[in-house]
DNA sequence: GACTAATCATGCTTTTTTGGAATGGATATA
DNA sequence: TATATCCATTCCAAAAAAGCATGATTAGTC
């Protein structure tokens, strides 16, 4: 079997056009370096140099499989420097999944900064519920997820860092008679019309809005219309219904809304990072940004 | 040091995703397979595998790496594919050397015939003196020449193979007074200038005319214009001297010429291939073909 | 919840490969 | 002719690799 070790000794001879010049720069004994080539001659079936008075030659043959094998050195170094380059978070992709309700623009200040830190890093941003992004992060197809809490599936493979709570708001189209009130309670929600919210068997925004009102004594009452993905809030606004939403969501769609504060202490939506076990430097160091943005978040809020 | 058998191995495990499968289609023990992989992320500096509990998964990294290295198998099979098909002369460059006295036109027969049989070959013709191509096949810069005889440089690392012999011509411009001979002797050429045939130490045709007057007993008369190269029958057409040629020469240039047999059963002019001990396959199969087409000449001439 | 099966890693021994030193053979140089 | 140079060969020792047996971990199952 031909060995790269063959080649090198080969690339060497015909650069240097002698075996005991080559041996030198090797640093190997003279009769190894004639073997290994004779080795590879015999392996080849075809002769690589002329042997002459004065030093080898290449034969036609020779030089031909030199012009072809000459590149093959480069190629593994390329290959190694790329590898390492992944290895250690200096490039490649962060595969990042989220939820609805944490729409990518509230995520653009950690991205920006985690492109500037990363400058050949990509980012592929993929929605998903957050209950997918437990088996996507735990399969290796997602690197790092963003979910809305509760989260109910578990997996041995992934853990999660909570990041800041942010305050659950009502949304309201801005024609709605409730409009006129500064702020609301949950209870007051009772007989009103939710375009969200619903599944109990699954976890995310819905499950937390449904488990605040079941705790106020009532199940949040559908509206005739429902959405579960962000467009829900131009529902609101065409005056279908109502949502509780978390701050951030507010901060993306504003035509015909008006949002309201609740004036419950648990009204607070959940969220945090879904992270494999072991999780590649690039989600390490967006996990890292991430948290860095928490803090001040949570002390404010 | 990275050994192409561990990135074979390598290439197997990432492909079938388990280390015992890759080891049983290498034909090698698990164990032999897992040291190999381990020298390999040791030797690289990173991981390529992620160990799950059912198999392994490349890392970002390794995946990085498979890429750039899976051609690298690919490359070493093509070059010693390319080095096989030029050291059995199915291809590659057949560098042929032709004294002037010898036009490329009258080799266009032998190396049409060679261009059929070696489709993948390619011809590098050069025009150099018989001298020279000694030189030249003995130094392995050129494969075959085809040389005027005498040639006088002798070189153990070359041999000769005389091909057939060719009456020699006079050469007159249309106008000359001796048109009306139908054939000369070299005797009556005493006293007329030669525009070529000169330095006694020098071989090829001019060696040979020289010697062929010396014989009966003159030393040709250079005209006041000489030339070496095939330009001088331009010279004789403008009837500035005349010359003794081979009868090819006679072939590639007419215009204002007249040519006249000599009859002298001496006036010979006699070739050879010049080729090295160890000739290429190339070289040898155009020495063939020469060889063909010498006896029919031969047994015709 | 213990058991089984599957998978990769480790320790030890044997085989294979590789390298080094000495030597031989061929060839050019003085 | 003698000498120096260069590549090939032989023999022996060292290093590398493979195989076998076994351990550790985990997923799936009853």
Redesign the pocket.
């Known amino acids: 079997m031909i060995?790269l070790?063959q080649i090198r000794y080969f690339l060497s001879v015909a650069e240097l056009g002698?075996?005991?010049q080559a041996a030198a720069a090797l640093?190997?004994?003279?009769?190894?370096l004639?073997?290994?080539?004779?080795?590879l001659e015999k392996e080849l079936g075809f002769r690589l140099f002329e042997?002459e008075?004065?030093?080898?030659r290449l034969t036609p043959a020779g030089s031909g499989y030199r012009d072809r094998v000459v590149a093959v050195d480069g190629m593994l170094s390329a290959a190694a420097d790329e590898g390492a380059q992944l290895a250690s978070g200096e490039s490649g992709v962060l595969r990042l999944v989220h939820s609805s309700s944490i729409p990518a623009v509230s995520l653009l200040s950690a991205i920006r900064q985690f492109l500037v830190e990363s400058p050949n890093a990509r980012i592929d941003l993929d929605r998903i519920s957050s209950e997918t992004q437990v088996t996507e992060v735990a399969g290796g197809k997602a690197d790092i997820g963003i979910a809305r809490l509760p989260v109910l599936r578990r997996d041995s493979a992934v853990r999660f860092v909570e990041l800041a709570d942010e305050p659950l708001l009502v949304a309201l189209s801005s024609k709605h008679p409730l409009t006129r009130r500064a702020s609301l309670s949950l209870g007051e929600l009772r007989d009103l019309p939710f375009v969200s919210a619903v599944h109990r068997e699954r976890g995310g925004l819905a499950r937390l809005v449904t488990d605040l009102c079941l705790r106020r004594g009532f199940v949040p009452k559908l509206a005739r219309v429902v959405s579960r993905k962000t467009s829900m809030l131009d529902l609101v606004a065409a005056g279908l219904g109502i949502a509780v939403v978390p701050q951030r969501m507010s901060e993306i769609a504003g035509d015909g809304l008006v949002y309201r504060p609740l004036v419950d202490a648990d009204a607070q939506a959940r969220s945090a990072m879904v992270l494999p076990l072991r999780a590649s430097p690039l989600a390490r160091r967006f996990a890292d940004i991430m948290g860095q943005k928490k803090d001040p978040a949570t002390r404010a809020g």
């Not at 640093?27 to 190894?32: H, K, N, R, S, Y």
């Not at 004639?34 to 080795?39: D, H, M, N, V």
């Not at 008075?53 to 080898?56: E, F, H, N, Q």
């Open positions: 060995s070790k002698s075996f005991t640093f190997v004994a003279q009769p190894a004639s073997r290994q080539i004779a080795l042997r008075a004065r030093g080898v």
